[in-house]
């Protein structure tokens, strides 16, 4: 069966642009989630979205991250005014209930290099 | 506060079995997952704990104490497909994943 999904691959910007990130859940999953991973650490926690609702985005790192899940399903994960420290993987995973104990199921991710 | 560690990297030889250990530190806990990570690729599940104890699952086991805030994955018979980093990380209070910065295993012939 098809897994989570992410595009693009690859992402390279300049400083200062827009960009966005896709995630396309398992089928029938409620709960998404994105993190971002640098080099030798583990995920870092930026927002979770329970059906099309942001449940909990305490870990958007300012207001230039924005993410949405409209129809519950498909979420875009939108940086506005790159910067470089930006730069990093953007992993998205989803689980059938989110209820926290539930297994996360993850992308490839998409790596993301602002120039 | 919260605070989960585990070690940087480890080496082992194939064939053998090798212990990756994880402690944490949290007010509240609802679990313990473990993911595999080769690199450039998405983390996969391995195993859940919620209970102390061992889980075995094939070559892979793991193991909790909540009291000692401690948990292993061992891996036995080990493959040089195993070199990967190994994450562990915690469901606190708010049931949310706490991440170590996981373990980098090298296995050698």
């Known amino acids: 069966g098809a897994g989570v999904s992410q595009t693009p691959s690859n992402k390279v910007t300049e400083k200062g642009k827009y960009v966005e990130l896709r995630c396309d859940p398992i089928s029938g999953h409620t709960a998404l989630y994105w993190y971002r991973q640098s080099l030798g650490q583990g995920p870092e926690f930026l927002i979770y979205f329970q059906g099309t609702g942001a449940a909990d985005d305490s870990g958007l790192p300012n207001d230039r991250f924005f993410a949405v899940r409209p129809e519950g399903s498909v979420s875009t994960l939108k940086i506005q005014r790159t910067e470089r420290g930006d730069s990093a993987v953007y992993l998205c995973a989803s689980s059938s209930t989110g209820t926290g104990t539930d297994t996360q199921y993850f992308g490839p991710g998409t790596r993301l290099t602002v120039l | 506060g919260q605070n989960i560690d585990q070690p940087t990297e480890m080496t082992a030889t194939e064939g053998a079995i090798v212990q990756i250990n994880c402690t944490y530190q949290t007010s509240g806990f609802n679990g313990l997952f473990w993911y595999q990570q080769h690199a450039g690729e998405a983390p996969t599940f391995l195993s859940y704990?919620?209970l102390d104890g061992l889980e075995e699952k094939g070559r892979f086991s793991s193991f909790l104490s909540r009291s000692k805030g401690y948990s292993y994955l061992l891996l036995k018979e080990l493959q040089m497909k195993d070199s990967a980093s190994y994450l562990c990380?915690?469901?606190?209070?708010?049931?949310?994943?706490?991440w170590g910065a996981g373990t980098k295993l090298i296995i050698k012939p």
């Open positions: 704990n919620v």
């Open positions: 990380a915690m469901v606190d209070s708010n049931y949310q994943l706490i």
